[in-house]
Every structure is written in structure tokens, then in C-alpha cells.
């Protein structure tokens, strides 16, 4: 918070809005989710006003996470897809592969899974184009749970194993503990 105000102190309002998509952040984490939409549309802001539309397309893509982990569907897909189309215009191929990645898990939710699948398999080369461990071991974790609701569970239990292998590798406890309580649930 010290730092935003230094930025805006000093009308440095690109900084400003980094600070406040890193607070929005730092919200969703801590599951504060109307602190966290205030300060993405407060960041969303300030880089539109300094023509960033890449910082933007960050937000929409945050924005729209959010809206999703809330189930509303219709407006996240709408968030999504234009932040996507926006880090493919300006060339950030990492927030536009989140941003595929983020529409499979929204319809995972909504128990699409023929049409999760081919999204989440396309994220997963795109990180693994991109060297992104983290990325591929949540498509692989998420592949695994929409086989596990298809009845594949050998298939599910293999994803969910090879991701855990890999939160392990890069030394992410969060998501070995939810691949470890899956892999347990399931047994």
C-alpha cells in the first residue's frame, strides 16, 4: 500500500497501476474478492489512461478469474476472450495461454468437458512451448479431474500424478497438497 501511494505521490500513474494489480493480487489470494475487483478496475484504469494495453489485458484476465472462481459464467467468458484477444494483439503470449487456460477451467465448471478438454491441451503446449512448469502442471492437474468426472480414472489418476511430480520439482506445496488430497479421495 506504501508503494502505491509513492507512485501516485509522484503521478507516476503506470507504476500506480502495477501496484494496485499487484495489491488486487494479493486480495484474490487471500479470497477478499470485492478488495480484489476494486483494485483490478482501479489498475485497469490507470493503464488504459497511459495507453498499456498490455497491463489492461492483465487485469481483464485477473477480472475475469475472479468473476469465474464466483460463477459468473457468462461475464467472466466475456472478460476472458477479450483479454485474450488483446495479449494476442500486443503480443503477450503468456496472459493469453492464462487466459485460454482459465475459459477450460470455467467450463470444467460448467461441465463442459468436451469442450475444456481441447483448451486445456492447447494451453498445455503452449506452456510447455514456453518452458512454464507451473502452467503444465495445472492443465495436467485439470485434465485429470475432468477424466476423473468422465470415469477415466486411470487416465485421471496418471495426469494427477505426473502434475503432482512436477508441483513437487519446482517446489509448489499448494499444488502438491491438492494433487496429493485428489490422488487420496479417489483411492
Not at 489492461?56 to 485474450?84: M, V
Not at 469442450?115 to 510447455?128: G, S
Request: negative net charge; glycine residues 8%.
Amino acid at each position: 500500500m506504501e508503494a502505491k501511494s509513492v507512485f501516485l505521490d509522484l503521478d507516476d500513474q503506470y507504476w500506480a497501476a502495477h501496484c494496485l494489480q499487484s495489491i488486487g493480487k494479493v486480495f484474490m489470494a487471500e479470497g477478499k474478492n470485492d478488495e480484489a475487483r476494486i483494485s483490478l478496475e482501479d489498475a485497469r484504469a490507470k493503464f488504459q489512461a497511459v495507453d498499456s494495453q498490455l497491463g489492461g489485458a492483465q487485469c481483464l484476465w485477473l477480472l475475469g478469474k475472479l468473476l469465474s472462481i464466483e460463477g459468473e459464467y457468462d461475464q467472466a467468458r466475456s472478460l476472458l476472450e477479450e483479454a485474450r484477444a488483446l495479449s494476442l494483439t500486443h503480443g503477450d503470449q503468456l496472459c493469453a495461454t492464462q487466459c485460454l487456460q482459465e475459459l477450460a477451467i470455467l467450463l470444467r465448471h460448467e461441465e463442459k468437458y468436451d469442450q475444456a478438454i481441447p483448451l486445456l491441451e492447447e494451453a498445455k503446449a503452449r506452456f510447455m512451448a514456453s518452458q512454464s512448469q507451473f502452467g503444465i502442471a495445472q492443465c495436467l492437474e485439470q485434465l485429470g479431474q475432468i477424466f476423473y468426472k468422465q470415469g477415466k480414472y486411470d487416465e485421471a489418476i496418471e495426469l494427477v500424478e505426473e502434475a503432482q511430480a512436477i508441483y513437487v520439482g519446482i517446489g509448489n506445496p499448494q499444488g502438491n497438497s491438492r494433487c496429493q488430497g485428489f490422488l487420496e479421495r479417489i483411492a
